[in-house]
């Protein structure tokens, strides 16, 4: 297929769009509420795909864990799996909907785009997929090797109903796939500095995740006695020592891994930067550290989010805390990361602890062999693209199954300006007609190379996939 014939392919009918569009239309919400009734939502989401993909519903197995949809597409030759493809049902809440240009769960569809709450984060990638099996079913089209659906219902709130359930059942089954694939990776356009062209960065790996509580306790009093320091004085100060020393710079194989796969697109001056520096020292990390995008890539970062104490302003508190959130990078770990508070800090009586779900950064021995089929399918549907890797900053249901694939990519071929990024759990998030075709051809095109009974065999760009 010539590239040609390939950029002509990639189209949405109305039917495609409309069926994502209703997708959008039920509020699937998580909550961090543990006794949350049963939310008829997803239940109706739930009934709705199976009446719109009545192929993979007869021809595939399907295990609930809840909400979560738990698919078993059995291949010519069973007994091996090819691919566990990934994607959540479940969407952030709406701040402000009166922002908004379409109301967040209408599902509104115009000339360009498919308004919505999901539609990028992560519905979208649910119904290409169903979209993508349900078109092989029809024409007759098997995979050789087995593929695992798994559509989580809780990735919003890390995934510990859904993902880590559905990966505990993979587990004890004895699956071990070729290949790995969820959202995190994007192509971005005029958003990496100096290459001008868009950059694919194909996610190999997550960041860790920790919120750390600081809490102190004191006497109280009237306010006009105060001691030294109040509580709030304390907590404050914990606070102003832990951004003030963030943990330090440090390069890891992943971003030297994606610096080298880059190099070749960067500008002249930026290649011999590298060239001349190596890819590994501290020039690199300096640099990348100047913007808040790259600084996250070489750093543990530090985030205050919330700061709580007292009750009236002239009563001394008794009590004050703060949360700190940190994306640990590998290398880095929860316990390496709660001992820097403590030291930094310098004052034993303000406690720090977890509070909340954490959890520690992928290893990374690699990109994995199935890495290089994922940068030809992306180039095959978005050509002249550069490819990279890269690091999740967040994190995705993927980190559940790190163990149960040879391969992992974080990654959806939808092409997104800086403005586009910035929908994502914001106001007037969508996707554009042109990238749901994208999201579709590309996971056709993997589902006509597992058919061929190789996951790991690199495809050429513009090849017939």
């Not at 960065?201 to 600081?214: D, H, N, P, Q, W």
Request: proline content about 6%; glycine content about 8%; some cysteine.
């Amino acid at each position: 297929m010539t590239d040609e014939a390939a950029t002509h392919s990639v189209v949405v009918d109305n039917h495609v769009a409309e069926r994502l569009a209703r997708a959008l239309r039920f509020a699937t919400v998580s909550t961090e509420e543990p006794d949350r009734p049963d939310d008829p939502e997803f239940a109706r989401l739930g009934a709705y795909l199976e009446e719109s993909f009545p192929l993979v519903h007869t021809e595939l197995e399907l295990e609930r864990f809840g909400y979560s949809r738990l698919y078993r597409w059995a291949g010519a030759e069973p007994e091996r799996v090819s691919a566990i493809l990934l994607a959540h049902q479940d969407v952030v809440p709406v701040d402000d909907p009166h922002r908004w240009t379409h109301p967040p769960f209408a599902g509104i569809v115009d000339d360009e785009f498919i308004w919505g709450r999901g539609a990028i984060d992560d519905k979208s990638r649910v119904l290409a997929i169903l979209e993508a099996v349900e078109s092989a079913l029809a024409v007759g089209i098997r995979p050789y090797h087995t593929v695992y659906l798994a559509f989580g219902h809780d990735e919003e709130v890390f995934g510990d109903q859904g993902a880590a359930r559905m990966a505990r059942r993979l587990r004890e089954a004895g699956v071990h796939a070729d290949l790995l694939i969820d959202e995190g990776g994007v192509i971005t356009d005029g958003i990496v500095d100096g290459v001008d062209r868009p950059v694919a960065s194909i996610m190999v790996g997550e960041k860790g995740y920790l919120t750390a509580r600081f809490s102190v306790r004191e006497v109280g009093g009237h306010s006009a006695m105060p001691g030294r320091r109040t509580a709030v004085g304390r907590i404050a100060r914990a606070v102003s020592r832990i951004q003030d020393h963030p943990m330090p710079l440090r390069m890891t194989p992943i971003v030297v891994d994606m610096l080298r796969r880059l190099r070749p697109a960067l500008p002249e001056s930026r290649r011999r930067l590298l060239g001349v520096a190596g890819l590994a020292t501290p020039l690199v990390t300096r640099v990348m550290a100047a913007r808040p995008q790259t600084e996250a890539l070489v750093r543990t970062t530090t985030a205050p989010t919330v700061i709580s104490g007292g009750v009236k302003a002239n009563v001394l508190p008794q009590h004050a805390e703060a949360l700190v959130n940190f994306r640990i990078l590998p290398g880095d770990s929860v316990r390496s990361v709660l001992e820097h508070c403590r030291k930094v800090v310098r004052d034993k009586g303000i406690r720090i602890e977890p509070f909340g779900i954490s959890s520690e950064p992928s290893l990374f021995d690699g990109p994995g062999p199935g890495f290089d089929v994922i940068a030809g399918l992306a180039q095959a549907v978005v050509p002249g693209i550069a490819v990279t890797s890269g690091i999740v900053p967040g994190a995705t249901d993927a980190r559940h199954y790190d163990d149960l694939a040879a391969t992992r990519c974080n990654f959806a071929p939808i092409v997104m300006t800086e403005a586009d990024l910035a929908t994502i759990h914001g106001t007037d998030e969508r996707i554009s007609l042109v990238n749901y075709a994208r999201l579709i051809e590309f996971n056709r095109r993997l589902i006509d190379h597992l058919a061929r009974g190789s996951s790991t065999t690199p495809q050429t760009s513009g090849a017939d996939v």
